[in-house]
């Protein structure tokens, strides 16, 4: 999983142009990049308290958040010319990319040493902002297709009424160590999430990847926070036995839906036909950039609209935020417990185009997008 590097500057170009280089650069693997250009911002988000592992930061957005900055993070000062700000380390803002990129990488290695095991981790978000349209449908055959290309996999379902007792093995959903317990562990004895999530962690036969029961308290789940999902997303990546993590998410656009995006390599944002589901799209789009600013543009590379039950005739003269980057069929096959998980071949075959135009798949090893 990438690092979270914070960017802030008070020229929005100097940011677009940084964070394309990023996106096309080898760092986009290992960074993930988060811009300010707005002091007020810049200060929300410290106090927020969201993990961050360097920041680079311009003198006067430094001094507003004087008294705020994470301790033991990397902290240095962009400026024109040396000396300006001698508090910190000072990375000349005006040079060649390369060469910033470079100096930010030596800055952060500190920071970078002690994730390392969750790098490796590609994770796959996916979203609606309506229900019914068939993300979790997609999501257990995204995890198929993934699992049977060779990657170590592992499900986690962030839905508010998390009904995967619908399509698990017989009594598999039943007991009381699942999210509820793990949030527990996570708060209380956080070293020891690893082991716990070794023991805990059930296995889908017919998926042949790995998940977690839901929450034996349904108040754990109502109450789950950004921080609380962070964290979550960090303990499976931190055990290192996983190649992918694909997270369902439920309908809604808030703080944590926002975390666990900025924390995905993708976010497949799931659609049909139907003009209500696109316009509520459109309106949750809009909302999110209205609402979180910088922070949601800089999500714009990594969201990937996708049409389901479609096949992009109907589409074609429509837009929402961006041009669908697939169509889904319509599953034709439907039943219940562990039969309904895999779907019609149609399907089975547009998911697999899917995931591999995802992870972009040269020799079976996923890449990740920045």
């Known amino acids: ?16 142009r940084l964070a394309d280089y990023v996106r096309d650069s080898p760092f986009s693997g290992l960074w993930q990049l988060t811009a300010f250009t707005h002091e007020e911002a810049f200060v929300q988000f410290l106090k927020s308290g969201y993990p961050v592992h360097g920041i680079a930061a311009q003198p006067c957005m430094l001094e507003a958040a004087a008294g705020i900055l994470p301790e033991g993070v990397p902290v240095a000062a962009l400026v024109a010319a040396p000396g300006q700000f001698p508090h910190y380390d000072e990375l000349l803002q005006y040079q060649a990319l390369p060469g910033l990129l470079q100096r930010m990488a030596s ?3 500190p920071a970078s040493q002690g994730i390392s095991g969750e790098q490796a981790v590609q994770v796959i978000a996916i979203y609606s902002a309506s229900g019914g349209v068939g993300k979790t449908t997609l999501a257990r055959q995204l995890v198929h297709t993934a699992a049977g290309s060779g990657q170590r996999v592992f499900y986690l379902n962030l839905e508010r009424w998390n009904a ?8 598999a959903a039943q007991g009381d160590e699942g999210l509820s317990q793990l949030l527990y562990i996570l708060q209380s004895h956080p070293g020891k999430a690893g082991e716990w999530l070794g023991r805990h962690s059930k296995r889908h036969a017919l998926l042949r990847a790995d998940y977690i029961l839901p929450c034996s308290n349904q108040e754990d789940r109502m109450t789950l926070q950004s921080s609380d999902a962070d964290a979550i997303v960090r303990a499976i990546a931190a ?19 926002l975390a666990v995006m900025e924390l995905s390599h993708h976010v497949i944002w799931l659609v049909t036909e139907d003009q209500a589901v696109q316009r509520k799209s459109q309106l949750a789009y809009q909302y999110g950039m209205q609402r979180f600013g910088e922070r949601f543009r800089l999500l714009e590379p990594r969201l990937q609209l996708v049409v389901n039950r479609s ?15 697939a169509f889904l069929p319509d599953t034709a096959e439907k039943g219940k417990g562990t039969s309904a998980v895999l779907a019609s071949p149609s399907y089975m075959a547009a998911v697999e185009r899917l995931y591999r135009q995802l992870v972009k798949e040269e020799g ?3 890449i990740a997008d920045g």
């Open 1 to 16: 999983m990438r690092n979270q590097f914070v960017i802030a500057v008070k020229e929005q170009d100097y940011v677009r």
């Open 107 to 109: 800055l952060m290695a």
């Open 164 to 171: 995967v007792d619908t399509w698990l093995e017989a009594g």
């Open 239 to 257: 055990t290192g036995q996983y190649d992918l993590l694909v997270i369902d998410l439920d309908e809604g656009l808030n703080e944590l839906h």
């Open 311 to 325: 096949d992009g005739r109907l589409y074609a003269n429509r837009s929402i935020f961006k041009p669908a980057g």
């Open 364 to 366: 079976g090893a996923p």
